[in-house]
Nanobody
Framework: VQLQASGGGLVQAGGSLRLSCVAS????????VGWFRQAPGKEREFVGG????????YYADSVKGRFTISRDNAKNTVYLQMNSLKPEDTAVYYC????WGDGTGQPPYNYWGQGTQVTVSS
């Protein structure tokens, strides 16, 4: 599975962005997808994830109520809608996938995208 994340950018606090993760490959539509982020000087952290069939969603406490994950298997795309953005959401965001799995933050995720930068100004 190959992953391509996009949609990052610069936004003011309180604004919104939607990230996309396009997957290609034989098992793309049957893979769970997780979103992770890494801020400068910090460890990578789990943001949220969606199971392979979209039936289960998981979010980190820090983003619950503000971020929403969805998937369109016809387009092999998973979205991360980010609302009410805060400066502390600034990070490089990565999508990752694993075949047939759930979307929790527990490792392993077998495939990783290249990351997209999100910067939230105060």
């Amino acid at each position: 599975v190959q992953l391509q994340a996009s949609g990052g950018g610069l936004v003011q606090a309180g604004g919104s962005l939607r990230l996309s993760c396009v997957a290609s490959g034989r098992t793309a539509s049957s893979s769970a997808v997780g979103w992770f982020r890494q801020a400068p000087g910090k460890e990578r952290e789990f943001v949220g994830g969606i199971s392979w069939n979209g039936g289960s969603l998981y979010y980190a406490d820090s983003v619950k109520g503000r971020f929403t994950i969805s998937r369109d298997n016809a387009k092999n795309t998973v979205y991360l809608q980010m609302n009410s953005l805060k400066p502390e959401d600034t990070a490089v965001y990565y999508c990752a996938a694993r075949p047939w799995g759930d979307g929790t933050g527990q490792p392993p995720y077998n495939y990783w995208g290249q990351g997209t930068q999100v910067t939230v100004s105060s």
